[in-house]
Nanobody
Framework: QVRLVESGGGLVQAGGSLRLSCSAS?????MAWYRQAPGKQREFVAG???????KYADSVKDRFSISRDNAYKSLYLQMNTVIPEDTGVYYC????????WGQGTQVTVSS
């Protein structure tokens, strides 16, 4: 099992920045951030694989940056120039034979 715990969510004004963190009980080769906005399905935000390759949703590309520590046990999402559409619950995701999810952390962007 992989236990994931997110932190760093909160209130931020449009144009501001926020940094989310996810701590994992053990490493996983693939990790990602998803989010779920009110009235919408959970959607992919950004991901990173063991080789360091990153992928971003078009809606956040050039604004967000995903990274992880050398032990692959901490995941980060640097959110810059946030917009109200970024509002939602952000979930940490890990793939290690099966998918694991954190409990989520709320991000609210005010206009």
């Amino acid at each position: 099992q992989v236990r994931l715990v997110e932190s760093g969510g909160g209130l931020v004004q449009a144009g501001g920045s926020l940094r989310l963190s996810c701590s994992a009980s053990r490493s996983a080769s693939t990790m990602a951030w998803y989010r779920q906005a009110p009235g919408k399905q959970r959607e992919f935000v950004a991901g990173i694989v063991g080789g360091g390759i990153t992928k971003y949703a078009d809606s956040v590309k050039d604004r967000f940056s995903i990274s992880r520590d050398n032990a692959y046990k901490s995941l980060y999402l640097q959110m810059n120039t946030v917009i109200p559409e970024d509002t939602g619950v952000y979930y940490c995701y890990a793939l290690d034979g099966r998918a694991y999810w954190g409990q989520g952390t709320q991000v609210t962007v005010s206009s």
